[in-house]
């Protein structure tokens, strides 16, 4: 079994083992006695290298043996092995010739954070979101059959991942055509947050059961001794085993069920993986593994190591205190629990993500109120319809990425009946690390276009709170998209005012001696970074404050007043913000010269988001140097 280790090594470990196994190939060449060897050590070298850059951490860590048996039993990268949501495969990652390269992970020109088709022959499907694995080996498995091929295709789900219908879609299908492929349900009773919902706790409770332990070891005990009895009780168990364990659900959609087993058991998972790698049609192994295995700190709070930030120097001198504000999410926790003391009526949603948009006081305070829903966001959005429809006044907190994931749900089922339902959009524009699957880089194109509805843009913490009172009082479905991280310290009134709707506001008036009259229209944090630009050139700015009504007054004001209209916004530039107030001067006939900022037509790859800014240019140097630009073109 695994060594656990207290600490995060600071200097590389010594990994001979590893050393001689960091492909597959290598790996292939180990005797399968020294396994349980090599599963330490490269448990030590994911503790060191997630020390070195930060990341992902409790998953990993949790699947150390399971990824060190499918590489080894499996013929990979021919086989093909698809990862869910990607959080997971830092192990996957080292065994597969990126070990030299783990200290550039999630920075500027390094690994990725997930898998990536792009990054390596044995990422065989990209991920970043949940429920994805299964459907995505199917059609490599249907794939496979077309082109007359014997590779094997693996799924690696997880619990917290297999809430979402997506995944029951896939397990439905999958019998239907007869593939040949494995699915293998990790089974650790995480997502992120703690998981919840029906099918969890029936797991719990089949696993911690007394009766469902003893029975097993207790047999084993007896029927080693005879021969054949063993192997005549095993298949009499898998005949019977419906009664005890969630074997039911998955035969009788049409897989061969076998488990659970313990992941963290070398031989036992080397084993049950020759023995199924063989079989036909659809394969279902459920394993149970513990997030942050091998790590005491990780297992006992895994919430909390789910991800770590990268690990300073001993030596290295503290940083100062910054002066910067609240994160935008703490400000939407506290204004959630003041607006539920002000009103009965108001229930809050969340997708498996309680700790990430903080609602976890609104949990502790009102816990009647409080509802996550797992990784399920169309269920989400649907159920917040359903809610009100009967007079409750549901807030979802979603961040914006996975809100795409129930654009249908949005539009059919809250939108067109024009329901009471408001979304608070965390994680809006560029997220930095995680890269372009996390990124909000397309909720103000999608939203602005859906009728009805209300969609702001708070350019710091206290527009944060009024808007969100004001989309809660609004009539009809309403939108306030926030990005990650700290705002800029703004001063925060405790009450619950709304705004006039559709209303901005002009923060700098041009200077009366500016060579070109400027103005830098808002939709969002850049607020401080045009106004520096202001500063510098002269300009007019104005905190457009919503997309959704725009502001057409002051936009024709500026229009009228300015030689040169610049819209600004953390989102892709087409069909977003500047958009609007594109298609309002031509439908006003206003000629006037507009430059759109906003984010390329192009997935940004992951950095800092300091640097993801600048390559964009959405920081006050870029965003000068663009005016600039076409001021050169109009003197021209």
């Not at 399968?32 to 930060?54: I, K, M």
């Not at 659809?282 to 297992?299: D, I, N, R, S, W």
């Amino acid at each position: 079994m695994p060594k656990t280790f207290h600490e995060i090594p600071r200097a590389r470990p010594a990994t001979p083992l590893l050393d001689q196994a960091d492909t597959p190939a290598g790996l292939r060449l180990l005797a399968e006695a020294e396994l349980e060897l090599l599963a330490d050590e490269l448990r030590q070298e994911l503790l060191y290298s997630v020390g070195l850059t930060g990341g992902h951490f409790g998953a990993g860590l949790g699947v150390i043996e399971l990824t060190i048996a499918l590489h080894y039993v499996f013929d990979t990268p021919d086989d093909r092995l698809v990862w869910d949501v990607g959080h997971q495969a830092y192990p996957h990652k080292i065994l597969t010739g990126r070990r030299a390269r783990m200290p550039s992970l999630r920075q500027k020109g390094g690994l990725a954070a997930f898998p990536r088709r792009n990054e390596s022959e044995y990422d065989t499907f990209g991920v970043g979101h949940s429920s994805t694995s299964i459907s995505a080996a199917l059609g490599m498995a249907i794939a496979a059959r077309m082109a007359g091929s014997q590779r094997k295709t693996v799924a690696v789900i997880g619990d917290g991942a297999m809430t979402a219908g997506m995944a029951f879609e896939a397990l439905n299908h999958a019998p239907e055509v007869g593939a040949n492929m494995l699915v293998v349900l990790n089974d650790n009773d995480m997502s992120i947050s703690k998981n919840v919902g029906g099918l969890n706790s029936y797991l719990a409770k089949i696993l911690s059961s007394r009766t469902y332990a003893s029975m097993r070891e207790g047999s084993k005990k007896i029927l080693s001794r005879l021969p054949g009895a063993w192997e005549i009780a095993r298949r009499t168990e898998e005949h019977a085993k419906g009664m005890l364990v969630p074997g039911t659900l998955f035969e009788e959609l049409g897989w061969n069920y076998i488990g659970p087993i313990d992941g963290h058991d070398l031989p036992t998972l080397v084993a049950t993986l020759r023995n199924m790698r063989d079989l036909p049609g659809p394969q279902f192994l459920h394993v149970v593994t513990k997030k942050g295995k091998g790590f005491a700190p990780a297992e006992l709070d895994p919430i909390t190591w789910h991800a770590i930030s990268k690990l300073e120097p001993q030596d290295a001198p503290r940083k100062p205190a910054g002066s910067s504000g609240p994160k935008y999410s703490n400000v939407f926790g506290k204004w959630l629990c003041d607006m539920a003391e002000a009103d009965p009526r108001l229930a809050g949603i969340t997708p498996a993500m309680k700790e990430g948009s903080d609602l976890v006081a609104f949990a502790e305070r009102f816990p009647e109120r409080y509802f996550d829903v797992a990784i399920a966001e169309q269920h989400a959005v649907t159920l917040a319809a359903g809610m009100a429809c009967e007079g409750a006044k549901p807030v979802v907190a979603i961040y914006s990425t996975f809100l795409q994931r129930a654009y249908d749900q949005l539009i059919h089922d809250v939108a067109v009946q024009n329901l009471d339902v408001l979304f608070a959009i965390d994680r809006a524009g560029l997220v930095g690390e995680d890269g372009p699957t996390h990124a909000g880089s397309f909720d103000l194109s999608y939203l602005r276009c859906i009728p009805g509805m209300l969609v702001m843009t708070p350019s710091d913490e206290n527009e944060l709170r009024r808007m969100l009172t004001t989309g809660y009082l609004f009539d009809g479905p309403a939108a306030v998209r926030y990005p990650r991280g700290s705002g800029p310290n703004a001063s925060i009134e405790p009450g619950l005012q709304p705004l006039e709707i559709g209303k901005g506001v002009l923060r700098r008036q041009a200077d009366a001696d500016a060579s070109r009259r400027v103005a830098l229209l808002v939709f969002g944090v850049q607020l401080s970074e045009a106004l520096q630009v202001a500063e510098r050139i002269g300009a007019s700015v104005a905190d457009m404050r919503f997309v959704k009504p725009l502001d057409e007054a002051l936009v024709r004001q500026l229009a009228d007043s300015h030689e040169l209209l610049v819209t600004l916004e953390e989102n892709s530039v087409m069909g977003g913000a500047g958009s609007a107030v594109a298609e309002f001067l031509a439908r006003e006939n206003l000629c006037r010269p507009l430059l759109q900022l906003g984010l390329p037509d192009a997935y940004v790859e992951h950095a800092k988001p300091s640097e993801m800014l600048a390559e964009c240019g959405l920081d006050a140097i870029g965003i000068e140097a663009s005016i600039r630009q076409r001021l050169a073109c109009l003197d021209a």
